[in-house]
């Protein structure tokens, strides 16, 4: 600051430069340093308690001092101009501008981008590239506080808030553009900065035109070394530099940046300075008496020049240590005044006598108020210190009361949880800016705003409104400051915590969420602090979506559980305890100091209640709350499940080991293992405890891809790598272990550090002694807890757990078989209690032929305790137990009975008695490979270790060696445990005896029994030997069996072919080593016998390899093995080890062998079979026995329907994985109304294969394909193509759709014709509707062909009487009024008259008992109704059921009509089929709310019946004799006759073998709710079932009981089965809306919501709405879905098609609008074409077009958008709009790949609708396309 006149002390007067005139003088006279000893303007010295001298260039004469005076300012903002080259000090770096302070106090900017322009340019490619230049610094790297630099004021403005802001450069461009080159000489220091990196030295850009300066590497060294900290320099560098040599007059300079150098640089009168070029911070040698001063500032026009004495600027490059001041902010009262400057301010002397200065702005409040009197010397003022000025090392004060009185002045004085005042300033979309201070302003978030979430924040807050704010955070350096208007955090009067160490466990405190996720609650408070309250911690209940609970942005109450600062990891709980221990206590202290819970203690806890995940107890006598998880209940993990299962709230658990425990959570843990490791002292405590080698006993925490994390009791935790997981290889870590397993870990690694180890869970590694013993413990350990289980069950109420509780295996029970199933698994009743449920499975059934109703003795092998089932076997050894004594210790044979998770039961080969030994000898051994797995029926060999059975009912035992196993023969499939496939025990088990047998040895013995495909053969010495049926004969008949030309007792001589492997029962070849114990495959075909045969074969080939050897077509002779009934195939044998399959379907043409195979084909029979190739496990060969099966056009092969498709036809399998269609025009030669009526899934079919193109079998069943032998009457024609059809033909077909031009009229698979509406009825209904209703799709009408159009494809057809010859179609329904009952649907024209008058008395029957037959669906009212009585068989049984349900067959698997099943959408069918329907809606099904056809069940209940209509339905028999009761009167009982009589008790005796005949069958529908209840029970998860429940009630109108059935489903299906639940929710709505209020229904409907994914359940309701008419409430439900689920693009879409089918079509345009504002831009394009497909289907076929062609026109090449529009226009298009597409797409510039594919498409479209010509145009185009692209690549 300049000094002035009354502070200068030593006299003289002040010399000032005249105006510019007197600056007109030659250059001789411009000599600088002529300087007189009176010179001016001075800077005060550093500390000098008095100013110093003002010294001035001497230019011309004294001048009184009083003109100086005038003439002479201090430099203040108004003094500065644009071009003032001055000397500032960096104050502070920000990133993208530099504050300068300038000399006086003043202040200025300098941008980044006025640095230098090499750094500028680095700058710009950073922004071009989008990502940051490694050899690019930020302004914080290039420049610090302190450092001085040479600026030029670049500008000079205003701000927004009215103040003056200088702008500065420190370009050398703008800086030293007074210097020219021809200026420049050595010695001159100048500034510049660094413009690039060369190899030997920097380019430094010095800012003089044509002058190229260079830095030397070795002039940079010093530099480097001691300021750069040894960095090379960078870009923008700025750079103090000395001029060492000037060469090219100055072209090229040399410079120097040494500090020495710099330091003492000095300006001299060699350099050729003059006023017009120099520069601030030059150090010049001045005269009042000769001084060393530093130029300031430099006045571009009037050439003033201010100079300084302080010592700090004597020495160029050195920056300003003085930065601060410490009493920043402080208030001073009574300051004197020290002197006052009209236009510049005041300086104050403060109490330590350093001088501080105020500006003229700062003295006062305003202008107006401003008095100069005020400010004389000596005057006293109260103040405030602002800020600190670098360059005079003077503090800046303000006057300003609004200063003084501030609550903050800069934003260091903010603390972070502070409550501030502030004012708004405005409102954004990002938050609200405020006030709080002079030159503060901070955020407010839009979150913040409120405590809830505010929509309109302007409505609550006026720019200029005072808030009161609490501070979240504040960042001084970025200037940035968070605050919260939420008026709970500003009120709260809980602790704030602003550092992760305030957060003390227990601590009460305020937060707010910022995420909510699945696993828990993030919540934030100050200055970024944040901490997890995980999902057990956000209630005392239990909630399963956090998310639907809790909200970002919501003001929450939290404690503080763990807080780890170091990590900066907070763990907070919002479960708050409602008694607050005090909080004078210091922590540990607390009255529950002694309650307190240790971790390693073991405690006795009392069961609360049971959760998902494991037991809420309490640990007692203090009853503290602590959790168990179900894997903790037991060291066996089959165990914890069943554990957690029974036990239930008030059991009392005994030693409890404490496992953790945080503040309120106490986890628990109940696993032997673990309990008896921390009671023997043995579970180290810390790391240090921990070393290499040792066992420790812990528990698996989580599972990685990497290994497993083991954690043990004390809480330390290691890690099982991979690699040392498992003495097998592991493929995946979770194969091996599961999370909460019980495990013994090896220590192999610690790193105390860290804190961290390694360990191995190898058996090699962990073995812990003998394994018998261990075994043996883990065996008794499971059983005694399987005890422990049985005892809770028997304090339970009910008598059936009772009863499961005492049955214990071994026991016997005297059955009656209920049933056999599918499997060959045997359920039986007649158990201790009613419901027992008890099964033998297919082995265990043992082969015997059961039925239903017999009685067998059977002995208990396990009790399922989960699924409280009991597994029973029927094998007689086991019944038939022998009383043997056992020895302890004793070795046995056995085979494997039964297996569980963790042991297996095996019964003894000599006694029978059964056994447990454990499959585990290890806690660490989990884990078999399938090879290793045990399998029933399997050998073992045991040794007994208990030799009575105990409360358990099984002998303890233990494995012997693994090798000791003899197998079963095993096949990969399921069909293996099969009873004929066992050998006897000879074979299978005890050991076999060595043989000294070789390949062709000749041998006697004795055939020992015969089975159908072999013969057991004793030799001598004991030897057991084999005979296939194939080494019996050589030739053998077809139809025969060999081994009966065999009889037992027989003596054979027989040929060794080779020897089996008892184990795997291949062939071994002699040389292995052990042949010797095989048994040995003889041979007595008589070629074999011959001596001179020689043909055997000593090594072995592999069975793959034989396979291979056959060649398809080729025919063999094989054996019948089995016939297995789930595959469906017959197993035989072609010789000992090839083995063959045949499909049922490949046996035989004739569907009574397919009926019945077990008749025809005899186990051990001979069969010729074709060979058609090897199956696909390899193993197998597949055979045929109806010749080659080549499915090949013309072929008639049999197959199986899969799928029945309404009013399209069937899919039919074939082997092989082979699918074909039918369509329903070649389901017969004669057209039916319900031509689909007979076939269900799973029918065997005869088909004839009408074409095989593209891969899709084409079929048909007509006779007159299938058998054309037969030559049965066509009486409807194939119609494949238009040509078929000549004009006035009459023909049959089905009614297509109703369009509103006409009626479309399907008269072949790929042909439709046209009715227009005047040749459809002599009637013309004013309601088109009308049609809808008589005209069903699929209805069969007779038709007259009119015309014909070959070119367009069009057949024109007539319906009128008059054409046809048969009844007017709407005849029946528009001549008169209708019955009541008759309202829905009418009789067809053409229906058979005889079955309709048959029917007549029937239904009037019906119809006064108030039977609503006709609410049926036309198609099965429509069925002619037959007397069924005569037929017998596989039908019968079917038309036992009701009247109605003889009409209305559906397929068994779907159990709803195809048609109304509106009810609920089960997902039954396939996808695409689904996708069509919900499109769009079949027209039939749109009819009024109450005929809303229904989901019907076989006994025909129609949903929306009325109340007063219905009762319930009877059986059939029952109906007709009440029928004739009422009819007849009762006459008078006559004596009966004796034959009489004989014949009424046969007839009961028929009926009631009728009736159980009936209950017996398995395809028998449900009649009662007791069939239901059985039904149900056996297939709980079936949505189906429950449904068919539900109508059952409905149809007696028990809306109650239908309703409690749903209950009953929700709670029985697995919750995994989301979508049969699905199912039973929207049967349920749809109940509510048919029957219920619309409070009931709003009431299910939130349940649903809550269960099920909401979105699916809002769309469900949507469509019920819809379908029942309910459009406003439909509307309603979808403006509500669009608020809830605006970014789910289906809504928009379903909402879109719900307006076009009500026509709004103005409203589905405003939806798509809206739909594209609301969702992200990647979805727009999908939901343009969907609702672009809707118009083509529901709207304007034009508008359709419209909008694809304006969205192709912005996605050129969304290839899936043209395939849409492409399909679209095939639908609804003309062909020319169609051509004009595929033509426009062929020129599209797309990938190859993308380009043949609508090269294909074009091909097929003009192959099916144009001509030749047009075929090869398309070919020609693509070849075209092709030679175009391979030219481009050439070129």
Not at 402 to 412: F, P, V
């Amino acid at each position: 600051m300049a000094n002035l006149e009354e502070s200068f002390p030593r006299g003289g007067t002040r010399k000032i430069h005249k105006p510019e005139k007197a600056f007109q003088q030659s250059v001789e006279q411009d000599n600088l340093f002529d300087i007189s000893t009176e010179e001016g303007s001075t800077k005060r010295k550093k500390n000098q308690k008095g100013p110093a001298k003002t010294k001035k260039l001497k230019i011309e004469k004294r001048e009184s001092s009083k003109s100086a005076r005038e003439k002479f300012e201090i430099l203040s903002v108004e003094s500065l101009c644009e071009g003032m080259r001055i000397l500032g000090c960096v104050k502070e770096v920000n990133e993208l501008e530099l504050v300068i302070s300038l000399p006086n106090g003043l202040q200025g900017f300098v941008q980044v981008t006025e640095i230098c322009d090499a750094y500028t340019k680095k700058l710009n490619e950073q922004v071009t590239q989008e990502q940051p230049l490694k050899d690019l610094l930020h302004l914080p790297e290039l420049f610090s506080p302190g450092m001085l630099v040479r600026c030029v004021v670049s500008s000079l403005g205003i701000t927004d808030r009215g103040k003056k802001s200088v702008k500065l450069s420190l370009n050398p461009k703008n800086v030293n553009r007074v210097l020219s080159a021809e200026a420049l000489k050595p010695g001159m220091l100048l500034t510049g900065t660094v413009s690039s990196l060369e190899d030997h030295g920097y380019l430094v850009d010095i800012g003089v035109d044509g002058t190229r300066a260079f830095l030397p590497l070795l002039k940079a060294q010093e530099y480097i070394r001691q300021k750069n900290k040894g960095a090379k320099l960078k870009v923008g560098q700025y750079l103090n530099c000395i001029v060492e040599k000037v060469k090219g007059n100055g072209g090229v300079v040399s410079l120097s940046i040494g500090h020495s150098e710099v330091s003492t640089a000095i300006a001299t009168e060699e350099q050729s300075w003059n006023l017009n070029n120099l520069l601030p911070g030059l150090v010049v040698k001045a005269q009042v008496q000769k001084v060393r001063a530093c130029i300031l500032c430099v006045h571009p026009r009037t050439r003033v020049v201010r100079l300084s004495l302080r010592p700090i600027f004597l020495q160029p490059g050195r920056p300003l240590t003085r930065l601060s001041c410490q009493k920043l902010g402080a208030v001073l009262d009574d300051i004197p005044v020290q002197g006052f400057f009209k236009k510049a301010g005041a300086t104050f002397r403060l109490k330590d006598g350093v001088l501080a200065y105020a500006r003229l702005s700062h003295l006062s409040d305003s202008k107006n108020v401003f008095n100069p009197e005020a400010f004389k010397p000596g005057n006293t003022h109260k103040c405030r210190i602002i800020d600190y000025s670098q360059m005079d090392e003077l503090a800046l004060l303000s006057l300003r009361t609004s200063i003084i009185e501030a609550q903050y002045l800069r934003y260091h004085d903010i603390e972070p949880g502070a409550v501030v005042k502030g004012t708004v300033l405005t409102i954004k979309s990002y938050g609200m800016l405020v006030k709080v201070g002079e030159q503060m302003r901070g955020l407010v978030p839009p979150m913040h705003l409120a405590d809830i979430l505010i929509k309109n924040p302007e409505k609550k807050y006026h720019i200029g409104d005072e808030v009161k704010c609490r501070v979240l955070l504040c960042d001084p350096e970025a200037k940035k400051l968070m605050m919260t208007l939420k008026k709970t955090l500003i009120e709260s009067k809980l602790p704030v915590i602003t550092c992760y160490a305030d957060a003390k466990p227990g601590l009460q405190i305020h937060g707010f969420i910022i995420r909510v996720k699945d696993y828990g609650c993030i919540v934030k408070f100050y200055n970024n602090v944040q901490g997890l309250v995980p999902k057990h911690e956000l209630s005392t209940e239990y909630i399963p979506d956090p998310e639907r609970v809790f909200y970002t942005g919501q003001v929450v109450k939290v404690v503080v559980l763990n807080c780890e600062p170091s990590k900066e990891r907070m763990l907070l709980s919002f479960k708050l305890s409602s008694d607050p221990e005090p909080k004078k206590e210091p922590a540990g202290h607390s009255q529950k100091k002694g309650k307190a819970i240790n971790v390693g203690q073991l405690v006795d806890v009392k069961v609360l209640e049971k959760t998902k995940d494991g037991l809420e107890v309490a640990v007692l006598p203090h009853n503290i709350r602590a959790f168990l998880p179900t894997s903790h209940l037991s060291d066996h993990v089959a165990n914890g499940p069943l554990l957690h299962h029974w036990l239930q709230a008030g059991d009392i658990l005994h030693r409890v080991l404490c496992l953790s425990q945080s503040e309120g959570h106490v986890l628990l843990c109940r696993k032997p293992a673990l309990v008896s490791t921390v009671e023997g002292g043995q579970d180290p405590k810390n790391f240090s405890e921990i070393h290499p080698g040792m066992l420790l006993t812990g528990f698996v925490k989580s599972i990685k891809d990497y290994g497993v994390f083991i954690q043990f009791p004390s809480g330390l935790s290691g890690l099982a790598p991979k690699a040392i997981m498992s003495d097998k290889f592991v493929t995946s870590t979770s194969d091996h272990f599961v999370e909460g397993q019980t495990v013994v870990a090896k220590v192999t690694n610690v790193d105390e550090e860290k804190q961290r180890m390694l360990l191995s869970l190898r058996l090699s590694d962990c073995g812990l002694g003998d394994l018998a013993t261990t075994s043996l413990l883990l065996l008794s350990q499971c059983l005694e807890e399987l005890q422990g289980v049985r005892s809770l069950m028997s304090n339970r109420d009910s008598v059936l757990i009772q009863t499961l509780a005492e049955m214990t295996p071994g026991m016997f029970l005297d059955l009656v078989v209920q049933e056999v199933l599918e499997d060959g698994s045997v359920v039986f009743s007649g158990g201790p209690v009613p419901d027992l449920v008890l099964r033998a499975s297919r082995y265990h059934r043992a082969g015997q032929e059961v039925e239903s109703g017999q009685k067998k003795k059977v002995v208990i092998l396990n009790v399922d305790l989960l699924k409280l089932e009991v597994h029973v076997s029927l094998h007689q050894d086991l019944v038939n137990r022998k009383a043997k004594k056992l020895r302890k210790g004793s070795e046995h044979q056995a085979i494997v009975q039964h297996l569980e998770k963790s042991f297996a039961i095996a019964s003894l080969v000599e006694t029978g008695h059964l056994a447990a030994f454990s499959l585990t000898s290890h806690l660490n051994d989990t884990f078999r490979f399938d090879s290793e797995k045990l399998q029933v029926g399997q050998g073992v060999s045991l040794t007994l270790k208990t030799t009575e059975p105990g409360v358990t009912g099984l002998l303890l035992a233990v494995e012997g060696p693994a090798a000791k196993r003899t197998m079963r023969p095993t096949r990969k499939d399921s069909e293996t445990v099969d009873e004929d496939e066992e050998v006897d025990p000879a074979l299978t088990v005890g050991t076999i005896k060595k043989h000294t047998l070789s390949i062709g040895d000749m041998v006697t013995g004795t055939v020992k029994s015969i089975k159908p495909t072999h013969v057991v053969v004793t030799l001598e010495d004991g030897i057991i030997g084999c005979i296939h049926a194939s080494h019996i004969l050589d030739d053998v008949p077809e139809g025969t069996s060999p081994t009966t030309k065999l009889k037992v007792g027989k003596m054979v001589t027989a040929r060794v072919i080779g020897g089996r492997d008892m184990k795997t029962f291949k062939y071994l070849p002699i040389s292995h080593p052990r042949f010797v114990r095989t048994i040995p495959e003889l041979s007595v075909r008589p070629s074999e016998l011959e001596d001179g045969h020689t043909a055997l074969n000593t090594h072995s080939v592999s069975p793959m390899e034989k396979i291979k050897q056959y060649q398809a077509g080729q025919t063999v002779t094989c054996f019948l093995k089995k016939y297995n009934v789930v595959k469906k195939w017959l197993e035989v044998e072609i010789a000992p080890d090839i083995r063959g399959r045949i499909p049922l379907l490949l046996t035989s043409l004739s569907f009574k062998v397919l009926k019945h195979p077990d008749k025809k084909f005899r186990v051990g029979q001979a069969l010729r079979a074709t060979v058609v190739g090897p199956d696909s496990s390899k193993a197998f060969l597949c055979l045929s026995l109806i010749g080659p099966h080549k499915l090949e056009e013309g072929e008639v092969a049999m197959g199986r329907v899969v799928k029945v498709t309404p009013n399209e036809g069937l899919t039919v399998s074939f082997p092989f994985g082979k699918i074909g269609t039918v369509s329903i025009f070649h389901m017969s030669d004669s057209y039916s109304e319900m031509p689909l009526e007979d076939f269900v899934p799973q029918k065997v079919v005869r088909c004839y294969i009408l074409s095989t193109a593209d891969n899709v079998l084409t079929l048909s069943l007509r006779s007159s394909r299938t058998n054309p032998e037969t030559k049965s009457k066509v009486e409807d024609p194939e119609i494949n193509s238009i040509q078929d059809i000549k004009e006035g033909q009459l023909l049959r077909g089905y009614i297509g759709s109703i369009q509103p031009h006409g009626v479309f009229f399907r008269l072949g698979p790929s042909v439709v014709g046209l009715a227009r509406y005047s040749h459809v009825s002599q009637h013309s209904p004013s309601k088109k509707a009308l049609y809808n209703k008589h005209l069903p799709e699929g209805k069969l009408l007779t038709a007259r062909v009119l015309r014909l159009n070959h070119q367009k494809n069009l057949v024109e057809l007539s319906f009128l009487p008059g054409d046809t010859g048969k009844p007017d179609v709407l005849s029946a329904s528009l001549e008169g009024p209708l019955p009541k009952q008759e309202e829905r649907k009418t009789e067809a024209g053409e229906r058979d008259q005889k079955a309709e008058k048959k029917n007549q008395k029937r239904n009037e029957k019906k119809n006064q008992k108030g039977q609503e037959e006709v609410d049926l669906p036309s198609k099965e009212k429509q069925q002619p109704q037959k007397p069924q009585a005569q037929k017998r068989g596989g039908r019968e049984r079917r038309e036992s059921g009701s009247e109605q349900e003889r009409v209305s067959k559906k397929p068994k698997k779907a159990g709803l009509s195809e048609e109304d099943d509106s009810l609920v959408d089960v997902y039954y069918r396939e996808g695409k089929e689904e996708a069509e329907e919900t499109n769009v809606l079949p027209k039939e099904k749109q009819t009024k709310p109450a005929e809303a056809p229904r989901l019907q069940l076989s006994s025909g209940f129609a949903w929306n019946a009325r109340l007063d209509s219905l009762t319930p339905a009877l059986p059939p028999l029952a109906e007709s004799s009440d029928s004739e009761e009422d009819e007849k009167p009762h006459q008078a009982t006559k004596k009966k006759s004796k034959k009489e009589r004989e014949l009424e008790k046969q007839k009961a005796e028929k009926e009631l073998s009728r009736i159980e005949e009936a209950l017996m069958d398995p395809g028998r529908q449900p009649e009662s709710a007791d069939d239901f209840d059985r039904l149900v029970l056996s297939s709980p998860n079936s949505s189906i079932l429950w449904l068919q429940y539900m109508a059952f009630h409905l149809q007696a109108m028990e809306i109650e009981k239908a309703r409690a059935v749903a209950e009953r489903a929700l709670k029985t299906i697995s919750f995994r089965e989301e979508q049969e639940k699905l199912n039973v929710w929207v049967a349920l709505l749809n109940l509510e809306n048919m029957y219920g209020s619309q409070e009931s229904l709003t009431k299910v409907f939130e349940r649903a919501v809550q269960y099920n994914e909401p979105l699916k359940v809002f769309l469900h309701l949507a469509d019920i709405y819809a379908k029942s008419e309910k459009f406003q409430e439909a509307g309603e439900l979808y403006n509500r879905m669009l608020k809830r689920f605006r970014q789910e693009k289906a809504v928009w879409i379903k909402y879109g098609a719900f307006l076009l089918r009500r026509s709004q079509a103005a409203a589905s345009h405003r939806v798509l609008q809206r739909a594209l504002e609301c969702l992200p831009s990647k979805e727009h394009v999908d939901v343009i074409a969907k609702f672009a497909q809707l118009e083509f289907q529901l709207g304007d076929a034009e508008r359709a077009k419209a909008i694809f062609e304006n969205t192709l026109s912005t996605y050129p090449k969304r290839t899936d958008v043209w395939s849409v529009y492409i399909d679209m226009t095939i639908k609804h298009g003309s062909q020319k709009d169609v051509r004009d597409i595929f033509e426009r797409v062929i020129h599209l510039s797309l990938a190859p790949k993308r380009m043949k594919f609508f090269f294909k498409r074009y091909l097929d479209y003009e192959k099916q609708h144009g001509t030749e010509k047009d075929v090869q145009a398309v070919k020609a185009k693509a070849l075209e396309y092709v030679e175009a692209k391979s030219s481009v690549l050439e070129d």
